[in-house]
Structure formats: C-alpha cells, structure tokens
C-alpha cells in the first residue's frame, strides 16, 4: 500500500510538473511589432485578431489612442509588417481611439473593421476593399452620433442574414479628473443592418434604461434559442447602473431585461468579459472582471446563474483586471481562464496578468500565471487570441497602455510555446442565409462520449475581438465522432462526422465541409510561377480546390514579389534619362509612391491617355495630359493614398498603346 500510495503520488507531481511546463513566450519586438496605446485617462486599449486578405494568416489590428492604430499583415514565418498607411488607415491622428471589433457587415466576404472613439467623437465603420485598402463608411452609412464610445459587439440581432452593431457608451464629465467630475452616464447606441449599405439607430430596443457607463458589451446567445442576447456590463455600477443582461424576444424586436432574475446584475466596476462553458455541461458561463473582486457566474439552467468565483480560486481580489477570455491553452480539451491586468495609477506598478489552468467537469482552476511574467511593466488593457502561426496553439495578445510617458510598457504578444504533443480541431465558418462571418453561430464536438461547445462572437473580453476561427482542444483523440454547427437563423443543424485531429477546416453554410491548406511563396520581380493551371506574377491570395476521393481541400497560396533585392533577387532599377534614347518608351520610379515619369524615345501625340488598373482591372486613375505642354516627358502624381502593390499601367498615344506593370511601395 505504501509503495502504491508513493506512486499515485509520483504520477500526480509529474502530471503538475507537465501542466507547469505548459507556456508563452512574450515575442511582440522579434515579430515585428511595436505597439502601445496612449490615453491620460488610462481607458483605451482595444485589439482585434482577424484575416483581412483572406490569405489563411491571422493579422492584428491596434487602436492608438492619441497615437495612431496600426494594422499589421501575417506575413507567415513569424514575420509581421505594418500596413496601415498602406492600407489607407489615415484618419486618426487628430482622434482618440479606444476600442475596435471585426466583422463582415456588408457579406462581400472580407472583414471590415468597427473603431469607437472617446469624448465627443465619432465611430468609424471601415469597409474592407477586398484586402486592398480600407474607407470609412460611416456617415454616408448613417453611424454619425458623438459621444464617448468606448466598447462595440456585432451580432445579427433580427435574424436577416447581417451584422448589427451595439455601442456602448461612457460617460459627460464637466472637469478633471473625469472619474470625480462625472455629469452624467450616456445612453448607448444601437445600430441596425439595413443591409444597402446603411445603418437605422433604433431609440429604445432594450425595455430598459439605456444609460449606464457602459465599458463592454457582448452579444451572446444567453439561453441557446438561436437568437443573439445582449450581456451589458458597466462600471460604476453601484452609482448608476448595474450590469444587464438582456434576452432577446425575436421574432419581436426588442428585449427583455431578466438582470435581476438572472443573478447576474452586479452593481460593480465591471471591466471585461469572458464566455465559455468551463465545466463542460453544454451551458455558457460568464466571467466579469471587475476593480478587485472578479465573478465568475456558472450556469444553473432556467436562466439562473451563481458567482462561484471565490469558491474555485479565480477571484483574484487585487488590482484591476481588463480583457478576459476561455480558451484551451493546451489542448486538452478543458477551457483555460486568462485575464489582463494593469492599474490606473501614473506609476510603473507592474501587475501580472492572470492564467488558469481548468479541469472541466472538475470545477476547479489552477493558478499558473507565472507563465506570463514579464520583465517589462505591464499595464494591460484589452486583449484578444488567436493562432497567430497556425501551430494548432492558441497565442494571446494584451495591449498595454501609457498614462504618461513615465509608463515603459508595451502591448505584449504571448506566443504558445507549450511542450504537449496534444491535438486540436480548427473551424472557420462562412454563412450564406446567415450572416457571412457565422456571429451567432454555436458550434460542437463529441469526442468519446465528451461534448465541448463553442459560440462564434463578434466582440467581447474588453474593447476586442478574438479571432472567429472555433478552437478545439483534443488531448490525445486523433479523431472526432461528431461536429454539429448550429446556425442562428432558421434554427439549422448541420452534421459533419469523423474528423481527423489536427485539421483546419472550412464549413460553408450549406456547401459543405472543406479541409484548409496555406502556403505562402515568395518570386523575384519580374518572375512567374504556376498556381494550380494558371501562371502568375502578381502579389495576391490565389485560391485552389483539390478534390482527393471524398475529401476537398482548399489551399490558400499567398504569392509575395520581392523588389528589395533579398533573398537572391536583384533590386528593380531606375532608368536615367540619359539612356532613354531609343527606347521606345521606360515609366519610373518603380516601386513609386507619390509621382510617375514616363518618357519616351518616340514621340508622343498631343493628348496621351493615362490609365491605371488594379490587378482585378479595376481603374483607380484615368486622366488625359497634353503631352505638348509637358514636352514629351510626363510627370503624373497624386498616388500617395494608393494601397501598395502591383498596378497595371496604359498609355494610350494616338493608335498606340503602351502596357506596363509597375509596384507601388
């Protein structure tokens, strides 16, 4: 008996041991990216993990505060780049920005992005120009109100096949500090999809009061009846309003506050927010990060909830806590707790951020936030996750923010670098009746007689989006029984059955079910190569479906053009005019960004014809020029707010025309 009893425990301090080892690497500067928001009020601090190219890569968008937003390509290969003047992203150097959430609002099949701003300001709705560049659509869309916006969730809340937009407010103040000179709290907003285009704001959905200083909001299908609830979480809350919870009454359009039916209307300074189901009963709980004190409110069924945070050690109890998510950090099939941390004092008063280890039907947590400390000073705000390298590992992102420039920190990326050989399952959705993103959407497995459940979510932990791409973890099964993915509208259940472990696949609403392949291949300028039957030079995502047997795979390939003159590709070099004599005609510089030369060894006509295309064929240019006046060298600009990459560009002179393919940096 006593050598059994020493071996159990052997076996219980090396399982520890392993679930100790399990870690994160802070890698933001080694991937490229360098980032923190500034706000004097310490609120801001929003990130959103999405594909905007639709390349299979999951890039990062960042609001600045009073610095600039940044958007960041996955360039694969650990590797990022920052395109957000590239992009188009120029609107906010004189805004302050807090928070941002991503989603396919007008189904085109590219995410576009929502940006709240603080005090006074406008939202912005920036509409995704297929990959290429982004434009604020906002006013002309009818999204116009000013106020402190601090946080944004999209859902379809009526059940017509696109994304409406909640907004939730703060507050007026009249003095500083704003927190002791506060007016009022303001009335949120809510937006919904008209789908032309436009945005009607409906006065007074929520049979409620609307006002309530507002910091984050999630639509989530509370009671699991196919429409999307609204969970409504404010700070103050012991001054004005206590958080809400807001059942949604389609087919009328309105909803029904049960906050204090439910148990989950706490009058605290509530923070963030986290939606999962930790103890693996099919329900959803939901864990609120607050100042001090977080709750974690497990599901009782019929609507009924019990904070039984204290009770399992996930409290906390010190400092202030932000962002919040359940994800499976090692793929065990059992949903993980992870919260941001950072105070809201001028100081370098450094506060970990929060790590849970969870044990499913067990009921308990185990603290192994250790794994995220870090020597810089960490005051973090919201944060997102997502597998930013397509590891089958979910990474984590907390943007950190600076009060003054006394404050060091910066926005941290938390890479899995976990040791457990365990497998996982991937599921990107795309609707077709219902919305294109699949919001709303509820996603399970069954593996050996185990259910894990998953909502797809347009906005929540703290003033930011996960990434939409459902993650499971799988231990160590290597198949899955079963996959059901139940769409909110129409209340439809599609099957898929025995599914191999460690596969990203593809559900579209209705199609079927794909697997997903990535590859990203880099040419010399001037270099063609074939992608499936066709040849091709130009930078872009070209998309292939390979049919093998019962199985469709599609394969993502990501075609990048070195002009740089690495890699062994020479550097593209600009003609002189002194050797343009002869030459029929020679355009420069290339790569341009401003201005375009375009000289001639021929004469031109007196009027020339200037046109300039997108890869699509799309002109984004046409002007005529009296090649007279410029005496047969002509100089074009205006291009700087052009999105780089390849352009196709004519020049037509009288019954002749010139083609060339010139890049834009």
Request: hydrophobic residues 35%.
């Amino acid at each position: 008996m006593r050598d059994r009893a020493l071996y159990l425990s052997f076996l219980f301090s090396l399982l520890s041991w392993s679930l100790h080892a399990q870690n994160f690497t802070e890698k933001a500067k080694e991937l490229g990216i360098d980032h923190y928001i500034s706000d004097s009020k310490a609120m801001g601090g929003g990130v959103a993990i999405f594909d905007f190219n639709n390349d299979g890569l999951e890039d990062i968008y960042l609001t600045g505060g009073d610095e600039n937003d940044q958007l960041y390509e996955n360039l694969g290969n650990d590797n990022f780049r920052e395109v957000t003047e590239e992009m188009g992203i120029t609107q906010f150097r004189s805004v302050k920005t807090m928070g941002v959430v991503a989603g396919d609002v007008d189904n085109d099949g590219f995410t576009d992005l929502f940006i709240t701003t603080a005090e006074g300001a406008r939202c912005y709705l920036l509409k995704n120009l297929e990959g290429k560049s982004f434009t604020n659509i906002a006013p002309a869309g009818g999204i116009t109100h000013e106020a402190w916006s601090m946080t944004a969730t999209m859902g379809d809340y009526d059940l017509d096949g696109d994304l409406d937009i909640y907004v939730g407010n703060y507050v007026a103040y009249d003095n500083l500090p704003f927190d002791q000179n506060i007016t009022s709290p303001l009335a949120d907003f809510f937006y919904e999809n008209k789908g032309d285009g436009t945005f009607l704001k409906i006065d007074n959905p929520l049979a409620s009061n609307e006002k309530g200083t507002t910091l984050v909001s999630s639509f989530s299908d509370i009671d699991q009846d196919g429409d999307a609830d609204l969970f409504v979480l404010n700070d103050f809350g012991d001054f004005y309003e206590p958080n809400k919870v807001l059942v949604n009454n389609y087919p009328e359009r309105n909803f029904s506050n049960i906050s204090n039916a439910s148990g989950m209307n706490a009058a605290i300074n509530s923070m963030g927010i986290a939606v999962g189901d930790f103890n693996e009963d099919g329900n959803f709980d939901y864990y609120v990060t607050n100042i001090g004190h977080n709750k974690l409110y497990q599901n009782q069924g019929l609507l009924s909830y019990e904070d039984v945070a204290r009770d399992i050690n996930v409290s906390d109890g010190t400092g202030v806590c932000w962002g919040a998510a359940f994800l499976d950090v090692n793929n065990d099939g059992h949903l993980d707790l992870y919260a941001s941390k950072g105070s809201l004092l001028n100081l370098n008063d450094t506060q970990n951020n929060l790590l849970y280890l969870g044990f499913g039907k067990e009921t308990r947590f185990e603290n192994v936030s250790e794994t995220l400390v870090t020597k810089e000073p960490n005051k973090a705000r919201g944060m997102a996750y997502g597998d930013l390298n397509n590891d089958g590992r979910l990474d984590m992102i907390a943007v950190n923010i600076r009060v003054s420039q006394g404050n060091l920190g910066s926005t941290k990326i938390y890479m899995n670098s976990g040791s457990e050989e365990a497998n996982w399952l991937k599921v990107k959705l795309e609707g077709t009746e219902n919305n294109r993103s699949g919001y709303g959407a509820l996603v399970k497995i069954y593996t050996d007689g185990k259910e894990q459940i998953r909502e797809v979510s347009g906005g929540s932990s703290y003033l930011s989006v996960h990434s939409s791409i459902v993650h499971f973890g799988l231990g160590q099964l290597e198949t899955v029984d079963s996959l059901v993915v139940k769409w909110p509208k129409g209340h439809k259940r599609e099957v898929f059955k025995n599914l191999e472990a460690n596969t990203d696949y593809f559900i579209k609403e209705d199609e079927g079910i794909f697997k997903r392949a990535f590859e990203t291949i880099q040419i010399c300028q001037g270099d063609e190569i074939t992608i499936g039957n066709q040849t091709v030079s130009e930078e872009g995502v070209y998309t292939e479906l390979i049919t093998e047997g019962e199985n469709n795979t599609v394969k993502l390939t990501k075609l990048v053009v070195n002009t740089d003159g690495t890699g062994g590709c020479s550097l593209v070099t600009v003609p002189s005019e002194e050797n343009i004599d002869g030459r029929e005609i020679v355009v420069y510089p290339s790569p341009f960004n401003n201005m375009l030369r375009i000289v001639s060894g021929v004469a031109f006509e007196d009027n020339v014809s200037i046109i300039l295309s997108d890869v699509s064929g799309h002109v984004v240019r046409n002007q005529m020029v009296n090649s007279k006046a410029a005496r047969g060298s002509i100089t074009i600009s205006g291009y700087e707010t052009l999105p780089a990459g390849l352009y196709v560009l004519k020049i037509v002179s009288g019954n002749t025309t010139y083609i060339r393919k010139i890049v834009k940096s």
